[in-house]
């Protein structure tokens, strides 16, 4: 655990460096706190059962002095206040030690938790699609959660039961050295016992409490997500089953952990009990008798009261982090990611001329074959071009290569005579805007998913409507009674899909970009919609560049030039007569 934690320690901030610093004290004067409520009984109880014995403890010599008691029953009250106060003391500072690591451990899990889910959202495209949005969901969401209750919080119970035990035990040992030693030794040998034959369980089921929980989130979301074709297959019972057979083997497991952490403490307040009962008898035959020694009987009987709850935490911890080891190492997969090179980057990036493909061509694994090769693509500023292909064929890869979002695994991408690179495409991404064929709407207003990603009192309310009458939804919208307030539901499902593409098309519109990429943006609409919506886009400014995916033949009517793209390679079309396009609606 050592490389982990430090790894941990990394990713948390200097202020929470400070605040762990705090709490270490905080942990140490806690502890003194409590070894003065142990000492405290001494003199307390040798007051009450045999005042004249008090005279005879150096320890408190200074106030019998201070205050000139002469009479051991005047000691009596004011040994009750200080054994009194000592306990309060003790009280409120195990319960200030509490609020603060709990307080602390909890922050730094959101700490975690946000920062995990920053990293993952600015790792590259190509890392996204080939990644599990279940395992990615269940580490930022569930296993952060663990980390701090089953990692940050137990490693702060751990030090602090280290401490406190630390300077009990000391103060134990000068009670009675061979009595701590004894009980001790006892502890010890049962608690290394029980981590010896439950050590290799507790990885077991940090692992399957790993791997069930992300299959749980798994079945969740393809349930649900796919729920019009579960309730026209009736396939509930399968996907009930899909969660039950990851869900009982997770909670099975979180039960027989939970089992392993606090079985131990009956068994060892069982054997405390039989040891003070067998200290007891013991003192009871050494001369003087009980009486005597009923002081030291009574601060052994407390500090084990103290130190017993605090073994139990001590191994209680323990066991914690073990079983979520394997969801530890999960989320600090995720902290480790690294940020890309343009993530300090500002700036913007010069588009005056045009876009420059050249002998580019990409495969998602470069042992197998080219999805595009050697494509070479001269695309003017302010022209519309469409790209036409067989489904399949490479055309959405070639606008996520133009966008930015891919990177050519040969060839170059140039905008004016700069070339794309990892280090500047963030910059190019600015001028652009992408209406994909399903528009992804978050379960917000009309005017949040057009405006999609500016916070509610920065969106531009005149632009919103503008952007709408463009893409030929507002007379949609102003005819509902909240018009652009109205809710569309969790991925626009209260909306139909023509209106989900015309809101995907009004932020296109919105956001005012130099590049507007439509990939079968239209291909939901009538054909006299889709007229209007080209039309409108075309109205939008000379120095906007469209790009077109269509497999409408109608759609690429106004193109200045259109590509044919076939089994990766690029052709261009040329299409001198415009009645070509006349009365054609057929698919490619």
Same mark, same amino acid.
């Given at each position: 655990m050592k490389e982990e934690l430090t790894s941990l320690?990394?990713? /948390? +901030?200097?202020?929470?460096?400070?605040?762990?610093? *705090?709490? *270490? %004290? *905080?942990?140490?004067?806690?502890? &003194? @706190?409590?070894?003065?409520? &142990?000492?405290a009984v001494v003199p307390f109880l040798a007051v009450l059962t045999s005042p004249e014995q008090v005279y005879q403890y150096q320890s408190i010599q200074f106030i019998i002095d201070s205050f000139q008691f002469d009479n051991p029953d005047e000691l009596i009250l004011p040994m009750t206040i200080a054994f009194i106060s000592a306990a309060i003391l003790s009280g409120v500072m195990r319960l200030l030690l509490l609020y603060a690591t709990t307080r602390f451990s909890y922050a730094t899990g959101a700490d975690i938790s946000v920062e995990a889910y920053r990293r993952t959202l600015y790792q590259d495209y190509l890392v996204h699609i080939a990644s599990n949005t279940s395992e990615l969901i269940n580490s930022i969401t569930n296993k952060t959660g663990v980390v701090t209750s089953g990692i940050l919080?137990?490693?702060?119970?751990?030090? +602090?039961?280290?401490?406190?035990? /630390?300077?009990?035990? @000391?103060?134990?040992?000068?009670?009675?050295? @061979?009595?701590t030693t004894t009980a001790l030794g006892v502890f010890v040998i049962l608690y290394g016992i029980v981590i010896v034959y439950t050590r290799n369980k507790l990885e077991e089921n940090s692992r399957k409490i790993a791997k069930e929980s992300t299959q749980v989130i798994k079945s969740i979301q393809e349930g649900i997500g796919g729920i019009r074709e579960v309730l026209i297959e009736q396939n509930q019972n399968f996907y009930c089953d899909l969660y039950r057979q990851s869900d009982i083997p997770m909670r099975r497991a979180l039960g027989n952990n939970q089992f392993i952490n606090g079985g131990p403490r009956y068994v060892v307040e069982? %054997? $405390?009990?039989?040891?003070?009962?067998?200290? @007891?008898?013991? &003192?009871? *035959?050494r001369e003087g008798g009980v009486e005597s020694a009923i002081p030291i009987l009574g601060a052994l009987a407390l500090g084990a009261q103290r130190i017993l709850p605090a073994l139990q935490q001590l191994y209680g911890s323990y066991t914690s982090i073990r079983s979520s080891y394997a969801s530890f190492n999960d989320v600090l997969r995720l902290l480790d990611q690294p940020l890309p090179e343009h993530f300090y980057d500002s700036g913007s990036i010069k588009f005056s001329k045009g876009i420059y493909l050249k002998n580019v061509s990409f495969n998602y694994d470069r042992s197998k074959k080219h999805i595009l090769k050697n494509i070479n693509m001269s %695309? +003017?500023?302010? +022209?519309?071009?469409?790209?036409?292909?067989? /489904? $399949?064929? $490479?055309?959405? /890869?070639l606008f996520d290569i133009i966008m930015g979002l891919l990177m050519p695994s040969s060839g170059d991408i140039f905008i004016d005579n700069q070339l794309v690179d990892s280090k500047n495409r963030v910059l190019w991404q600015k001028r652009i805007s992408h209406v994909p064929q399903n528009t992804y709407l978050s379960d917000a207003s009309i005017e949040e998913n057009i405006a999609f990603g500016v916070p509610r009192d920065q969106i531009d309310h005149k632009r919103v409507i503008e952007s709408a009458q463009l893409a030929q939804l507002s007379k949609i919208v102003e005819s509902w009674p909240d018009k652009y307030k109205t809710v569309v539901g969790e991925r626009g499902g209260k909306l139909s899909g023509g209106q989900r593409q015309r809101i995907g098309i009004a932020r296109a519109i919105y956001k005012q970009s130099d590049v507007m990429i439509l990939d079968e943006a239209t291909s939901a609409l009538d054909m006299k919609t889709e007229r209007e919506v080209m039309r409108s886009i075309k109205t939008l400014g000379k120095g906007i560049t469209i790009l077109i995916i269509a497999h409408r033949i109608t759609t690429l009517r106004d193109c200045n030039q259109i590509y044919s793209l076939e089994n990766g390679e690029l052709q261009e079309k040329q299409y001198n007569d415009i009645s070509h396009f006349a009365n054609q609606d057929s698919q490619l």
């Open positions: 320690w990394i990713h /948390t +901030s200097k202020r929470r460096h400070a605040q762990f610093v *705090l709490i *270490l %004290i *905080l942990m140490v004067i806690s502890s &003194i @706190a409590e070894v003065v409520s &142990i000492g919080n137990p490693a702060l119970i751990f030090i +602090s039961s280290v401490v406190v035990i /630390t300077f009990i035990l @000391a103060t134990l040992f000068v009670i009675d050295a @061979a009595v069982s %054997i $405390g009990i039989v040891l003070i009962a067998g200290l @007891a008898y013991a &003192i009871h *035959l %695309i +003017s500023k302010g +022209s519309v071009v469409g790209l036409i292909g067989s /489904t $399949g064929g $490479g055309k959405s /890869t």
